[in-house]
């Protein structure tokens, strides 16, 4: 779905397709660099990552494995409730992997925070994570975020994975979310 499909329900366009592809295609270089002839194990957060993983994934030159976790602590509000909870857990044994935690976006970075510290836990034998999108201004805790697509403003956003009670995920891009919309 294109974000003019929803204009009204939208404050502004803050990422076409187009530059989000654009940025991915950069982070894969990156990451091929970085993990050159090395494994690495892509564990994607469901259900927000989604479309960067399948992006990543895509763009990536090197051999990858693909894992997926559910955690949350939103509920079906705009704001994370800080409680974190798994719905579905990992089926890959992360002892002694290289694994690079992919994430749709980074507001508080509690929920991030906690799933790091759960899979370094886990006897990986490192894990990094890389984001396509992040909120500075409402970071309430420091997470060492190795790669990040955009830094966006405090603002509710939603595509590109992203929703808001389970609606614009499919958007080809991010767009600023109208108040009326969920208030």
Aim: glycine share 8%; net charge negative.
């Amino acid at each position: 779905m294109k974000l003019d499909d929803v204009a009204d329900d939208l404050e502004e366009i803050l990422l076409t397709e187009d530059a989000i592809h654009v940025r991915i295609a950069e982070l894969s270089r990156q990451v091929e660099k970085d993990y050159a002839g090395e494994p690495l194990l892509l564990v994607g957060v469901l259900k927000g990552a989604v479309m960067v993983m399948a992006d990543l994934a895509r763009e990536l030159k090197l051999p990858i494995n693909m894992d997926w976790m559910a955690v949350s602590s939103y509920g079906s509000g705009t704001q994370s409730s800080g409680v974190v909870r798994i719905l579905k857990d990992l089926d890959t044994d992360l002892t002694g992997r290289r694994v690079l935690i992919v994430e749709d976006i980074i507001d508080s970075g509690l929920t991030l925070s906690w799933l790091l510290a759960n899979l370094q836990s886990r006897g990986a034998a490192s894990v990094d994570i890389l984001a396509l999108l992040r909120k500075p201004d409402a970071a309430k805790v420091d997470v060492p975020v190795r790669y990040v697509g955009f830094d966006i403003p405090n603002k509710f956003v939603v595509g590109y994975g992203l929703d808001y009670a389970e609606r614009y995920r499919n958007l080809r891009g991010v767009g600023v979310l109208a108040p009326h919309v969920y208030q």
